[in-house]
Nanobody
Framework: QAQLVESGGGLVQAGGSLRLSCVASGLSFSNYEVGWFRQAPGKDREFVAAVKWSDDSTYYADSVKGRFAVSRDNAKNTAYLQLNHLRVEDTAIYHC?????????????????????WGQGTQVTVSS
């Protein structure tokens, strides 16, 4: 059974940094695209960033472009999300998600419903 476990969240001041990790088990990690999503209280879950399975192509929401960086280490079955220059509005629960490469065709998009496997999330709180 596939499992994703996030870690690395916490409380940080505005302008600070955090590094989130997502460790996968029960799936062939190198065949999966990994996405990061976040959900703030009272808001829908939104796409943050994604990294392809083997060529490390990355994609970002406009709101985090230039501040966040997504990466992966297939040898460790782990994906990362580096959060820099954090803002109060970045406060949310951050989830990693995975979908098999056959589902990541051009035009498939980066909505939450497009991903099959989810972690429980890690809280990121940014104070002013």
């Amino acid at each position: 059974q596939a499992q994703l476990v996030e870690s690395g969240g916490g409380l940080v001041q505005a302008g600070g940094s955090l590094r989130l990790s997502c460790v996968a088990s029960g799936l062939s990690f190198s065949n999966y695209e990994v996405g990061w999503f976040r959900q703030a209280p009272g808001k829908d879950r939104e796409f943050v960033a994604a990294v392809k399975w083997s060529d490390d192509s990355t994609y970002y929401a406009d709101s985090v472009k230039g501040r966040f960086a997504v990466s992966r280490d297939n040898a460790k079955n782990t994906a990362y999300l580096q959060l820099n220059h954090l803002r109060v509005e970045d406060t949310a629960i951050y989830h990693c998600a995975a979908r098999h490469r056959v589902k990541a065709y051009p035009g498939s998009g980066y909505t939450a419903s497009a991903f099959d496997h989810w972690g429980q999330g890690t809280q990121v709180t940014v104070s002013s």
